[in-house]
């Protein structure tokens, strides 16, 4: 008998976590995410930056960024620029290239920006692959999908993030984030937004 309580407790206990542990992360992590946007540029898959080496015109040059994050300059090979800030990527590049020209001074600038690519999937009037040349908002990335669908479920919309940590979820609810009490985040590249 005793055995018997014991495992409907332990039962009770592993269905109580279960059901407590949601397989998201907190939403206040989007609110730190859009504090650092501020920031400044963040490189990502498709931008073409110049790289200027300053008194050396045969580093210097437009670069594009590849699908692994990377690009290539002379002397240092591949660099990796995906979700680094440029100020970053300058420091980067210098400090590989102080091996060969030991006060190296770099400045990157963006040429052309890749448009954000994010997806829409599930009850939307027009699921799909989108695009967008500027920022776009978790709202208006919705607005280009022309609303959700009937029976869509408004108060728990999924977005779904790839990270260098592994994939990330947040769940939101429509109406708290027009309502402004739940954050409307700025869509990164290949963020998709799913609703049931």
Same mark, same amino acid.
């Given at each position: ?5 014991? %495992? ?20 206040? #992590? ?10 400044? =540029? ?13 008194? #050396? ?13 990377? %690009? ?9 620029? $995906?979700?680094?800030?440029? #100020? ?12 060969? $020209? ?22 939307? %009037?027009?699921?799909? #692959? ?17 609303? %959700? ?24 609810? =429509? ?22």
């Amino acid at each position: 008998m005793r055995r018997i309580t014991l %495992f409907i407790a332990a039962a009770l206990l592993c269905f109580t976590l279960g059901c407590a542990a949601k397989n998201t992360s907190p939403i206040e #992590e989007l609110l730190d995410d859009q504090a650092g946007a501020t920031a400044g =540029y963040v490189a990502k898959v498709g931008d073409v930056l110049m790289v200027k080496v300053w008194g #050396e015109p045969r580093l210097s040059g437009e670069v594009f960024i590849r699908e692994d994050g990377r %690009f290539t300059m002379s002397l240092i090979n591949d660099v990796v620029a $995906i979700d680094k800030s440029l #100020e970053q990527i300058n420091n980067d590049v210098s400090t590989r290239l102080q091996e060969f $020209i030991p006060s190296v001074s770099v400045t990157t600038t963006v040429l052309q920006a890749a448009p954000t690519r994010y997806y829409l999937s599930g009850k939307f %009037f027009k699921p799909g #692959e989108f695009r967008s040349a500027n920022n776009i908002t978790l709202l208006q990335a919705i607005a280009t999908g022309g609303g %959700f669908a009937p029976f869509a479920d408004e108060s728990s919309v999924i977005l779904i993030r790839r990270t260098a940590q592994g994939e990330l979820r947040y769940e939101l609810d =429509y109406n708290l984030v027009v309502e402004g009490s739940e954050p409307n985040p700025k869509l990164k590249d290949g963020d998709v937004i799913a609703v049931k």
